[in-house]
């Protein structure tokens, strides 16, 4: 059923629109390594936030214990008990979810926290090992503190023992300016929270103070962001990883850099921890940096701003921000779909049959980026998974065969344009550690790790993302290359960064 003539100019003037050219993702990596140097250069940059973790080093596997992850983010919380096994890559979890209702997202920092202790709270009552003689609970990690609970500092081993204490890893997904491992200030909510109280201030203090109130003997060992978190996961069972990132609701890139490479670091650790400082910069130690690369091309030089971009940004909470994130995400890709497919009904240049556009085209985000992806990868040889999405999702009756050819088009159109910046990005990033990716071989490959719906579950997205990657890295370079899905970075990635910060200091 090929398309009219109407359809076929509409739809190049979208590939045009949604284009990115070999030449692009040029731009694209040169933009980012400028962007990355800017980043790491000042602590307050407008580029790339380029966040250091105070994970210092790649998990080798042999982490071993037990500790708890709290896992904010999104819409829902998670409280898990990790147990690392010490076997490259074994663990066992387990974990309660509870839904953040709509109104906390917006309510005082302070009741943000209490509803999450009492989450903390509960899980510990329904789930973990009791210990026999007070009923508090009782974990075997290294990592068991015995910390005066009115103090909440640590004391000597041989103090006597006032109470046993279980450590956290807190996978805190926003950005946060951290000056040690296990303190950070929040740099701005997004995400469609924004409670007061929260900016510029220690998130785990906070948390502290809830869980404190309630006289919940845990205390907070690391704090980390999912995609630290996805980075550290993958090295537990990889320890040749190099990258962590993350392509679901949202997008996000953590890697290893070298600590004498981050000069804002050395102003930021030389007042804390000057010992770090030194055995780093003399052991050419790497930590993790967060790149928040979500805000990457804020100003929108490199890649192009089309009619809509333009509509959802302008639209969105966060005009101008988070520029990348909006070409790529999952929170975006679905409404992008949206926009287009209603500008087409509007303006009459496809699906005859529609000359208005249905309700529930109208509403903005009302498309999933699952959408996107069903009609992409449906590889039947009628479309008949197509057939079924437009009519039941879209709400399109009546439609012809061509009309389905068109909008499965329009859907390829923009996840392509997503998948190949994507790729881009992580090929710059990796090229960044050339030096890694030149250690690295078919037998020890430099790993990635990735976690999120998009690369999950999107077939024809991973495949055009790793063609980018390649056209940027080099089909030479590619058999010592592996890309790892990584599901439970906030959970085991935040358990192994805590058990490692025990062992390290
Ligand atoms: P989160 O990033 O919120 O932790 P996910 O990794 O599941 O969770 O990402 C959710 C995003 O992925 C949503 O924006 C959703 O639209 C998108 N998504 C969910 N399923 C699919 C799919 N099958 N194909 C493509 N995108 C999907």
Same mark, same amino acid.
């Given at each position: 059923h090929p398309p009219t003539a109407a359809q076929t100019a509409a739809l190049q003037e979208l590939e045009a629109e949604f284009a990115a050219p070999q030449e692009l993702l040029c731009n694209v990596v040169h933009g980012l390594h400028k962007s990355m140097d800017a980043g790491l250069m000042d602590m307050h940059s407008p580029r790339l936030a380029m966040l250091p973790s105070f994970i210092v080093g790649n998990a080798t596997g042999s982490e071993q214990g037990r500790c708890l992850a709290l896992d904010l983010g999104g819409t829902n919380f998670r409280v898990c008990e990790v147990v690392l096994k010490g076997r490259h890559g074994e663990y066992s979890v387990r974990q309660q979810k509870f839904p953040i209702p709509q109104s906390l997202k917006t309510a005082p920092a302070a009741q943000l926290n209490a509803f999450i202790a009492d989450g903390i709270a509960t899980f510990l009552r329904d789930h973990a090992l009791q210990n026999?003689?007070?009923g508090n609970v009782l974990s075997s990690s290294p990592l068991d503190l015995q910390i005066s609970p009115s103090l909440g500092i640590p004391v000597a081993a041989d103090a006597p023992v006032v109470k046993q204490v279980i450590s956290l890893g807190y996978t805190f997904s926003f950005p946060v300016y951290q000056r040690d491992l296990c303190h950070g200030e929040l740099v701005q909510w997004n995400k469609g929270f924004n409670c007061p109280g929260a900016v510029g201030q220690d998130v785990v203090a906070q948390l502290q103070l809830a869980l404190e109130a309630r006289q919940i @003997?845990? %205390?907070?060992t690391a704090l980390l962001n999912d995609t630290v978190g996805a980075l550290v996961a993958c090295s537990y069972r990889y320890p040749n990883t190099v990258l962590g990132a993350i392509l679901g609701t949202g997008s996000n890139t953590a890697y290893m850099e070298k600590v004498a490479r981050i000069p804002k670091l050395q102003t930021q650790i030389k007042v804390k921890r000057p010992d770090l400082q030194q055995r780093a910069l003399e052991q050419d130690l790497e930590m993790v940096v967060n790149m928040e690369w979500g805000g990457f091309d804020n100003p929108c030089a490199i890649v192009p701003l089309n009619r809509y971009d333009q509509r959802l940004d302008e639209q969105s909470n966060n005009q101008g921000k988070q520029m990348f994130e909006k070409r790529i995400s999952g929170l975006y890709l679905g409404e992008l779909f949206r926009l287009v497919v209603v500008d087409y009904i509007k303006s009459h240049q496809l699906f005859g049959a529609y000359t208005t556009v249905p309700d529930n085209l109208t509403?903005?985000?009302?498309?999933?980026?699952s959408v996107v992806s069903r009609l992409v990868d449906d590889d039947t040889p009628n479309l008949v998974h197509c057939a079924q999405v437009i009519k039941h999702t879209l709400g399109l009756n009546g439609l012809t065969p061509t009309d389905h050819t068109v909008l499965r088009r329009i859907a390829a159109i923009i996840a392509w344009r997503s998948a190949r910046l994507a790729g881009a990005g992580l090929g710059a990033v990796v090229l960044r550690r050339r030096d890694r990716l030149e250690a690295s071989s078919p037998e020890n490959p430099l790993t990635i790790g990735i976690d999120g719906s998009l690369f999950e579950h999107f077939k024809t997205y991973r495949t055009t993302l790793l063609a980018a990657m390649t056209e940027i890295i080099? %089909?030479? @370079?590619?058999?010592?290359i592996r890309i790892a899905l990584t599901k439970d970075g906030s959970g085991v990635g935040a358990a192994v960064a805590a058990i490692m910060s025990a062992e390290g200091s």
């Open positions: 026999e003689d007070d @003997h845990v %205390q907070v509403i903005p985000y009302a498309l999933d980026t080099g %089909q030479e @370079h590619m058999p010592s």
